[in-house]
Structures are given as structure tokens and as C-alpha cells.
């Protein structure tokens, strides 16, 4: 029992010495009991989502593990490559710092697909922070942080088997094996291979609904620790090769590549990581710890659409050294270190090449007062130093305040500074006749300034019993002002008629985001919960044409989760059912007035709503079984691909997506343990 408690807590003090103090608290403790935990004593607005959470739905991958929580919004990025793309406080994922174990992850060449990349069994827990995050985590978050931990070697089962298969043609298997090398190493090594090879087109436009697939991704793992001594660490290897082909249903790249006879693209990405981790926690006082991360990856992506080639390469290196101690007493505490980024980009649009260098190094300080009862404080502060964004400083606050039982207030304010990566994060419009078009030029980043922004937060819950069932209701206000802003103008019309472009230009005037969110949660019954949530966006930006709402954009969304477990037998047993239902108000979409009659779309799209189930039969604590079903509605755009009759001519454009394409998707599969 002594050994086990031992190593419990020093899995606890891994995560202490690489996270600031405020987000510790956010991981270290995981409780069983509920799928979403939001803890009236953490100082920032976090959510941590648990691996039973995750088991609500099919979570193939990283994008789909927002389904059931109504703080992401998720919706499919184009109507080709059935690739999701998240949103937070009605900002895109570049936007948000995406990290794997506080190490950033999802970022430059990775931002379109890269969160389809960490497998969903692999996940321990998720934490999403709105608004400004933590200093320790850089400088480029703007909406919030999104951190993924995965499964740890120490205590996991030494064999897990997951297999799926779906009526969208797709295939998964996933198998985790785990071993104890001596006294104080252990290994898991996680192995995922997914794909899909049946060609569908239900909409009959000529097109695939979904991409013809395949992907392995191994990742193996190894944790050492030594109670004694307060040393721990974890090094890990990681492969993946991802290979995504669609177009019209007759496209053949071996014929067809780089001709006009049919349109294709075609997608490879492979991908590299080596990571380490180590920490010590200082003997006597356990207050006092120091950490240090490195990780080196490789990112190549080549991939051509239609007559479109776009090729990205990125080779990177971060490096974070963090000390957590106390002022005093453990009251005030504070977290203070330096990190380091190199990203080599190797980058061609067609025959351009934008290859170039970033790097930069910062310092970092965070202090964090608790009075251990109802008011605590974290502010923090960077300075950064970097090849292309210069000197400057980042400072961010956060503040909890309990005014009386089971209420909390919370209150945010931060800066964040990015360079966009204009072509990566919009690779979508690839899919399309459209020229690319850079009307800034003495910018250090294809010719443009970086984006920078203040995001300003409210927040308020008050937890309650109502009819003797616990149920809480609360809300939360962001506000995301940009000074400087990348804009990527869809709306302003063409100088030449009949042609199609997207202007990518630094902001002239004024951008901003604004979101609220008001949530209801009761139990209504012993093992019957339902989570409710309204939205309401007003994102508006100052565009060539005028000011306007950013597109696909519904200013109004609401969410249901109605989740039933019935008691658990003596052999552990147990029928789980999940329901989800999103209504998406109507959306503004980009300008298609000088197209032909047939190829125009509305200047609004209408609202529509999905629904999403699954049912989940636990034998016993080994063995279970799920069915489910995504869209059940079975609600579809009506048109998703323009000019899909000639996809070579001028009005043609698969971007413009604001439902699912495929529809109604069943799937199956199973869970087995050895423990």
C-alpha cells in the first residue's frame, strides 16, 4: 500500500514540476465520478475533461473529443477532406494554445489536421481554459488552452484493445500494451491504425463525401521514478504516417495527377517526435520543485489540390525550464524559468517558396497568492525575444473570488502575440478557383505584421440543490479586442469579374470577438444528468468592403447532454446511454453574387440541428460494447461543393461549409482489458 501511495504521488509531482501552480491543481486531481469537473478553487475558468467523458461518444481522435462539451464548437472545415476544426469563444484553433502534456503541439504546419493526429485512447484527461492562460505556457495564446494528457505508464493496464468500424467506411484499431522494466522504469507503447477505403457520394455531386484514408501512429513511452530521491521523468518516441486522398469519385492519381481529365488532391503527412520531461522535487520540501521539457519534431507535409501544390516542411525544437516554489509560506507561491522555440519552415505554394527561420527565447514569471478559502490570485508576465516579432512583453491576470457558499467569480485579462501562418491555417481554400492574394508587404511574415490581442474575462457559477438534486448555473463573457489582426477577406469582390480570390491583409480598423455563454447542469434523477448551454457570438471585423461578421459563424448555438448509467451489478456491469443535441443558428457566408445562378449560395445560411447518440453495454470491468449514432437527423448542406460540374473553372469552391456532408453515421466497437 506504502509503494503504491508512493508512486500516486509522484505521478502527481511530474505534472507539478512542468505546470504553473495554478494548473496543477486542474490536473493532479481526477475524480472518477463525472465526465466534466470544474472545481470552485481554481483561479483560471477550467474545465477538465476525464476519460469517462471521452467514452461518450466514438472519439476516434483529438477533434472529436469536444462532441459532448459545450465549451468547443466543432464543425467540418471544408466539404473534402471530412476534417473538424474546433472553436473557442468563436475563434479558430490557431487561436488557441493546443499543448500534449504542456508541451505545445498543434501549431504552425500541424494547425489544419494536426489535432486528428493524437488518437482518442491514447487521452487521459483534457484541460480547456477560457481566455488568457498561463505565462508559463508562452505568448501566443489569444481564446484560451487546450491541454492534453495522456495515458501515463506507471499504474496503466498492461494490455487495452479498442476496435471501431462505422457505415462511413471507417476502420480502427487501436492496442496499448504496458510493462514494468525494474523497480523504477516502466513502458507503454500505444499503436493506431485507422482507415477507410469504400468511396461514397450520397449527395450526388461527383464528389467523395468522405476522403479515402489511412493512418499508423506508434507511440512508445517510458516513465522512470524514484520516490526517494524525488526524481521522475518520461521520454517519449513517436511515428505517424497519414494519407488522405478525395476528389471527384473517378479521380485516379496515377492518371490523373496535375491534369484536367478529373479533380483530385491528395494529402501525406508524416510525421516525428522525440520529447523528454524531467523533474525533481526537493527533498523536504515539497513546495520546492524543478522541471525541465525538451521536444524535437518533424512535420512534412506534401500535397497538391487540383492544380494547387502545397508542400510544408517543419522542423522544430522548444525547450522549457521551470522552477515552482513558495514566498514565506505556501500562501505565495511562484513559478519563474525560461524557454526556447526554433521552427524551420520549408514552404511552397505552387512555385513560390516561403521558407524561413523563427526563434525566440523568453523569460517568464508567475506568482500566485491563495488564501486557501475563497480569493486567490495568479498574475504573470513574459518577455520574449523574437527573430521576427521583436521584443515584447506579455502580461496576463487571472483572479477567483468566492463571495459565499458554492458561488465563485472569476475575472481574466491577458495580451496575446502570434505570427500567422497564413497558408497552413487555410489550407481549405486550396479546394477552390480562388487566387491567393498578399496585399501587405513590409511585414517579416509573408510580408504581414503579427496578430496581437487582448481577451478580457467574466465569469460566475453558483452550485445549488433543487427538489434534493444537485445542479449548478452560471455564466461566462469574453471579449477578444485586436490590435493587429491577419485578415482573410472572402467578402470583398474582385476587380476582374468572373474570378474569385481571398486577400490576406494587417488589419485597418477594428476586429473583435465577443461570447457568452450561460450554462444550466441537474442531476434529475440518480444517474440521469443534463448539461444545457446557450451561446451567443458577436464577431465582427473591418474588412476592404466594410465591417462585417466574420463568416460561418452562427451568432446563436445551443446545446443539450443527456447522459443515464443504470447501477452497477456485483460483476460490474452496467448500460450507459448519451445524447446530444446542438442547434446551430443561421451563418453569414462569403460573398458568391457574381457566380452563375446555379453556383450562388444565400447571404445566410439557415439554422439546423444534430443529434448525436450512443449506447454503451459494460459486461464487466474488461469488456464492453458501444453503438452509436452521429447526425441521427440526418440534416445535410444542400449544396457543398460550388461549380462541382467543371471543378477547373472559375466559380468553383469546397470550402464553404456550414453542415455535415455525409449525414446520418453509425458506428460499433469494443473495449477489452487485461489488468
Known amino acids: 500500500m506504502k509503494k503504491q501511495i508512493s508512486i500516486l504521488l509522484l505521478t502527481v509531482l511530474c505534472v507539478f514540476v512542468s505546470y504553473s501552480q495554478d494548473t496543477l491543481q486542474a490536473v493532479k486531481v481526477v475524480s472518477k465520478n463525472k465526465g466534466l469537473q470544474k472545481s470552485s478553487k481554481i483561479t483560471a475558468n477550467t474545465t477538465l475533461v476525464t476519460s469517462k467523458e471521452l467514452l461518450k461518444a466514438a472519439c476516434c481522435n483529438l477533434a472529436e473529443s469536444f462532441e459532448t462539451n459545450p465549451s468547443i464548437d466543432v464543425n467540418f472545415s471544408d466539404a473534402l477532406t471530412g476534417t473538424k476544426q474546433i472553436k473557442m469563444l468563436g475563434l479558430t484553433s490557431p487561436y488557441l494554445m493546443i499543448a500534449e502534456e504542456n508541451i505545445p503541439s498543434v501549431r504552425g504546419a500541424s ?12 487521452i487521459e ?7 488568457a492562460g498561463s505565462v508559463v505556457n508562452g505568448y501566443e495564446s489569444i481564446s484560451g488552452q487546450i491541454n492534453t494528457e495522456l495515458i501515463k505508464p ?7 484493445l479498442n476496435a471501431y468500424g462505422s457505415t462511413d467506411s471507417r476502420f480502427e484499431l487501436n492496442t496499448h500494451f504496458n510493462a514494468k522494466i525494474s523497480d523504477k522504469w516502466s513502458t507503454a507503447l500505444f499503436v493506431h491504425g485507422n482507415t477507410r477505403t469504400g468511396k461514397m457520394d450520397r449527395n450526388d455531386d461527383g464528389f467523395l463525401d468522405n476522403p479515402l484514408a489511412k493512418q499508423i501512429n506508434v507511440l512508445n513511452r517510458y516513465q522512470y521514478y524514484d520516490a526517494e530521491k524525488g526524481l521522475v521523468s518520461f521520454i517519449n518516441f513517436r511515428y505517424m504516417n497519414d494519407k488522405k486522398q478525395t476528389g471527384q469519385t473517378n479521380f485516379d492519381p496515377d492518371t490523373d495527377k496535375g491534369k484536367t481529365t478529373a479533380w483530385g488532391s491528395e494529402i501525406d503527412t508524416e510525421r516525428l517526435d522525440v520529447s523528454s520531461k524531467v523533474g525533481y ?7 520546492q520543485s524543478i522541471g525541465f521539457q525538451n521536444a524535437f519534431n518533424i512535420h512534412n507535409q506534401e500535397s497538391y489540390f487540383g492544380l494547387n501544390q502545397y508542400n510544408i516542411k517543419q522542423s522544430s525544437f522548444y525547450s522549457n525550464l521551470i522552477f515552482n516554489s513558495i514566498i514565506s509560506n505556501t500562501m505565495h507561491k511562484f513559478a519563474t524559468g525560461f524557454n526556447f522555440a526554433y521552427d524551420k519552415y520549408q514552404e511552397f505554394v505552387n512555385v513560390n517558396d516561403y521558407s524561413r527561420i523563427d526563434n525566440s527565447i523568453g523569460a517568464f514569471f508567475e506568482y500566485t497568492y491563495d488564501n486557501a478559502s475563497n480569493f486567490s490570485l495568479v498574475a504573470g508576465g513574459r518577455v520574449d525575444n523574437h527573430n521576427r516579432l521583436g521584443v515584447f512583453v506579455t502580461p496576463r491576470l487571472h483572479i477567483r473570488y468566492n463571495p459565499w457558499e458554492k458561488a465563485v467569480l472569476r475575472v481574466s485579462a491577458g495580451r496575446g502575440k502570434r505570427a500567422a501562418n497564413i497558408f497552413a491555417e487555410n489550407q481549405p481554400l486550396f479546394a477552390s478557383s480562388r487566387t491567393f492574394d498578399i496585399l501587405d508587404t513590409n511585414g517579416k511574415t509573408y510580408g504581414l505584421d503579427p496578430e496581437i490581442a487582448w481577451n478580457y474575462g467574466l465569469s460566475f457559477n453558483q452550485k445549488f440543490t433543487i427538489f434534493g438534486k444537485n445542479a449548478d448555473a452560471g455564466f461566462d463573457f469574453y471579449k477578444t479586442d485586436f490590435t493587429n489582426q491577419v485578415v ?3 467578402y470583398t469582390a474582385p476587380a476582374i469579374p468572373a474570378t474569385h480570390q481571398v486577400l490576406f491583409y494587417n488589419l485597418n480598423g477594428k476586429s473583435f470577438a465577443n461570447s457568452l455563454q450561460v450554462d444550466f447542469n441537474v442531476e434529475i434523477a440518480k444517474h440521469l444528468d443534463l448539461r444545457t448551454a446557450y451561446k451567443y457570438y458577436d464577431i465582427q471585423t473591418d474588412y476592404l468592403s466594410g465591417r462585417s461578421e466574420r463568416p460561418l459563424q452562427a451568432k446563436h448555438r445551443f446545446f443539450a447532454n ?10 460490474g456491469s452496467l448500460w450507459k446511454f448519451d445524447f446530444t443535441y446542438n442547434w446551430m443558428g443561421q451563418q453569414k457566408l462569403p460573398e458568391t453574387a457574381s457566380n452563375p445562378a446555379e453556383d450562388q449560395l444565400p447571404v445566410y445560411s439557415p439554422s439546423y440541428s444534430l443529434m448525436n447518440a450512443q449506447i454503451t453495454r459494460t459486461f464487466s470491468s474488461v469488456f464492453e460494447v458501444y453503438v452509436g449514432g452521429e447526425n441521427i437527423g440526418n440534416y445535410t448542406q444542400e449544396k457543398a461543393i460550388l461549380g462541382n460540374e467543371n471543378p477547373f473553372g472559375t466559380t468553383f469552391d469546397a470550402s464553404i461549409v456550414y453542415a455535415p456532408i455525409f449525414g446520418q453515421m453509425y458506428y460499433a ?7
Open 488 to 490: 482573410v477577406d472572402l
Open 281 to 287: 522535487v526537493f527533498k523536504d520540501m515539497p513546495y
Open 669 to 675: 466497437g469494443l473495449r477489452f482489458k487485461i489488468k
Open 125 to 131: 484527461s483534457i484541460q480547456i481554459t477560457k481566455g
Open 562 to 571: 443527456l447522459g443515464y448509467e443504470t447501477h452497477t451489478s456485483d460483476k
Open 154 to 160: 506507471i499504474g496503466n493496464m498492461p494490455f487495452f
Open 111 to 122: 494547425q489544419a489536421y494536426g489535432l486528428s493526429f493524437t488518437p482518442g485512447t491514447w
